[in-house]
């Protein structure tokens, strides 16, 4: 029997007779008796609390997000704050996904049984308005409750500093130090929900905490006087995907004008089945299934969707045939860019210390574009965590002011109210900017072909590989360590200039696990393990001469990288 098996097998029989576990979680792991598999799956290890917090399949297990995890790893961060903090206090908020409202629950009254008090919305919010409501109410740390955009069977919790961004590497680490200190279930404190009520440690949050994240969102806005004028010819249709965005965004474009709105009834209400999509993911066309039908009975000018917890936004656009394409999140941002700059510098209101802040994986489009405008471009490895740091860091030293940050998965901001990516302010700017436009007889496409002319045929591409269990793990290791052995001398006919292992801390970022590799002719692509999903993704990026000539470099250095990808796989499978 192997290491992990024993272990789990020992972890499996001590859950069933701890005292702690209810009986309907004991019930569960009473009906997988037998099934090493799924045992080991379970119990093989904890949960990992990573920089970001834990993600995981809801279910029994320490492998699994329960409220048994939830509430261990709520024991661990309300022991850090005693310690580092006076009187700290929580700000949480969660999604639609199964058991959302049960984690955030046993967040709460765990930070109540260590004397912590714990602010909670009263029904489902947008992740970025728990970033705003974190610096509104100068919390000491904020919680949500979510899995973004990944599958039903998961379930999330994100841990935010007291500036309101996600806490950072240091500090995780020091809370995942006390998480590990934690012995027994038996050590985890908890008040009843009566009992942090009336000892003010349970608070509950609702409209007046809306109103102030919708006004700080609109606050933003840069053209509201155009808007206004032009919302009764310009149609909006709108999809939640049955999470957290649907009155978030339908308030904040009311509030800055527009009229023509709609939202797709199918997908309005929450439900953590996510029943009308395969995945509840704005970056994917499935998921705009049913809105581009109603768009093209409606002909709407933009369809928008965003993810369960509201910090990723898709837009839909309509090319130069009338036919509806969904924009990557490298051409939504870069629109964004080119929209919330151009827009600034014409109302005189752009600073010369402005700053724009990607990610190494995002496409240098967004980068051109504010370079031509004289701003700063500052990069930061992926996670939107690295974005809210420089912005505390301007805060603290002056050095630049913050305008926009985005990353291609999908996430962007403008405004210095949040910390996090939010998909309500993506939904208002990208309305916004189609407006604009459109006043001027432009799509938001013809733009996107315009800003190609002047900087170049960006295009980019991703590929992610799911490889689930122990065995997807160390399949996963095994691909980039083979990578960092074996540097390949091109891709796609064309040499490698320079090799990037993030690993080693380059540039003064923290030590990440990826790699990327630039080519002779200005192309590169990535790879890296996903912190959220046991998957592992290569992002690529070219720029060409056209379109056609993009699309043909994209396609030779995606084959070559995904080939030997691949083969590495059948190769580990057939071990």
């Not at 500036?163 to 500090?171: E, K, L, R, V, Y």
């Not at 002719?521 to 070219?542: N, Q």
Request: glycine share 8%; with cysteine; net charge negative.
């Amino acid at each position: 029997m192997l290491a992990t098996d024993h272990r789990s097998q020992e972890m499996y029989s001590i859950w069933l007779n701890d005292p702690h576990i209810d009986a309907a979680t004991k019930q569960e792991l009473q009906a997988i008796a037998g099934q090493d598999k799924e045992i080991v799956d379970r119990f093989y290890t904890e949960l990992q609390f990573g920089t970001g917090g834990l993600r995981g399949v809801i279910g029994a297990g320490t492998n699994r997000m329960n409220v048994y995890t939830v509430g261990k790893a709520t024991q661990g961060l309300a022991q850090y704050l005693n310690a580092t903090t006076d009187a700290p206090s929580v700000a949480i908020a969660y999604d639609s996904r199964h058991f959302s409202p049960e984690f955030a629950l046993e967040s709460a009254l765990v930070l109540a049984g260590n004397g912590v008090k714990a602010y909670v919305y009263e029904s489902l919010r947008p992740t970025p308005q728990l970033s705003f409501t974190v610096r509104h109410l100068q919390a000491s740390a904020g919680i949500v409750v979510t899995a973004s955009h990944n599958p039903p069977e998961y379930n999330g919790y994100k841990v935010y500093g007291a500036d309101g961004a996600q806490i950072n590497p240091d500090t995780a680490a020091q809370v995942i130090g006390e998480i590990r200190g934690i012995a027994s279930l038996a050590d985890v404190k908890r008040l009843t929900r009566e009992e942090a009520e009336a000892q003010g440690l349970l608070v509950w949050l609702g409209k007046d905490m809306d109103e102030a994240y919708i006004s700080a969102v609109a606050a933003v806005s840069q053209n509201p006087d155009v808007i206004r004028e032009t919302s009764n010819n310009f149609r909006l249709l709108f999809t939640p995907l049955h999470g957290s965005g649907n009155l978030p965004v339908r308030h904040v474009l009311e509030r800055i004008g527009f009229s023509q709105v709609r939202v797709v009834a199918e997908q309005e209400q929450p439900d953590g089945s996510f029943p009308t999509v395969k995945s509840p993911n704005p970056e994917e066309r499935e998921a705009f299934s049913i809105a581009i039908e109603q768009a093209q009975a409606w002909d709407a000018d933009i369809i928008m969707g965003t993810d369960p917890d509201a910090d990723r936004m898709g837009a839909v656009v309509k090319d130069a045939n009338g036919q509806y394409v969904v924009l990557t999140g490298n051409q939504s941002g870069a629109l964004m860019v080119h929209y919330v700059l151009d827009a600034m510098k014409k109302n005189n209101t752009l600073p010369a210390n402005g700053a724009v802040i990607k990610t190494i994986v995002t496409s240098e489009l967004g980068a051109s574009i504010a370079e031509a405008f004289g701003m700063t471009v500052l990069n930061t490895l992926t996670g939107f965590k690295y974005i809210g740091e420089k912005m505390t860091q301007f805060d603290e030293t002056g050095e630049h002011t913050f305008l926009f940050g985005y990353e291609e998965s999908y996430g962007y901001l403008a405004g210095n109210y949040a910390r996090d990516k939010d998909a309500v302010i993506g939904a208002m700017l990208i309305a916004e900017a189609g407006a604009y436009y459109k006043a001027q007889g432009k799509t938001l496409y013809d733009v996107l072909q315009e800003l190609y002319v002047q900087h170049g045929y960006y295009l980019e591409g991703l590929q992610s590989r799911t490889l689930k269990g122990v065995e997807g793990v160390a399949v996963i290791q095994g691909i980039m360590e083979d990578w960092r052995a074996n540097v390949p001398a091109e891709a796609g006919g064309i040499s490698v200039a320079k090799a990037e292992d993030y690993a080693l801390g380059l540039y003064d970022l923290p030590k990440e696990n990826v790699l990327k590799y630039h080519l002779a002719d200005g192309s590169w692509f990535c790879l890296r393990p996903s912190g959220t999903e046991p998957k592992i993704k290569m992002y690529f990026a070219v720029k060409g001469t056209d379109n056609a000539d993009a699309q043909a470099r994209l396609e030779r250095v995606t084959n070559d990288v995904m080939a030997r990808i691949d083969a590495f796989v059948a190769e580990r499978s057939e071990q």
